[in-house]
Nanobody, 115 residues
Framework: QVKLVESGGGWVQPGGSLRLSCAAS????????MGWYRQAPGKQRELVAA???????SIADSVKGRFTISRDNAKNMVYLQMNSLKPEDTAVYYC?????????WGQGTQVTVSS
C-alpha cells in the first residue's frame, strides 16, 4: 500500500510558478512509477508528467518546456515544478503511484491560474 498526499497548490497569476509536492508513505517507494495527472472541470483526467522507477521521464506536449517532474527516493517525494502557468493549466492535480497493476492516488490539490 502507498498513501500519497499532495501539497503546494493554490492561486497564481498567468506567467507565475508553483511547485507541487507529493509525499508518499509506505515501503519500497523507489520501485513505483510516479506521475502527476490533472483534471479540469468537465474534462477527463490527463497525464501531465511521469517519472519511472528507472528514471525515465515523460511530459505531456501541452506542458513541455514549462513543467518539470522530479523525485527524491530518499525522502519518498515527487515534485512537479510548474513555470509560465497559463489559465488552461487550472485543474485539480493528482499524484499517482503505479506498479504491477497496483494504482494509488492522492486526494488532489487545486491549481488555479487567473488574473
Amino acid at each position: 500500500q502507498v498513501k500519497l498526499v499532495e501539497s503546494g497548490g493554490g492561486w497564481v497569476q498567468p506567467g507565475g510558478s508553483l511547485r507541487l509536492s507529493c509525499a508518499a508513505s509506505g515501503s519500497s517507494f523507489s520501485i513505483y512509477d510516479m506521475g502527476w495527472y490533472r483534471q479540469a472541470p468537465g474534462k477527463q483526467r490527463e497525464l501531465v508528467a511521469a517519472k519511472t522507477s528507472g528514471g525515465r521521464t515523460s511530459i505531456a506536449d501541452s506542458v513541455k518546456g514549462r513543467f518539470t517532474i522530479s523525485r527524491d527516493n530518499a525522502k519518498n517525494m515527487v515534485y512537479l515544478q510548474m513555470n509560465s502557468l497559463k489559465p488552461e493549466d487550472t485543474a485539480v492535480y493528482y499524484c499517482n503511484a503505479f506498479k504491477w497493476g497496483n494504482d494509488f492516488w492522492g486526494q488532489g490539490t487545486q491549481v488555479t491560474v487567473s488574473s
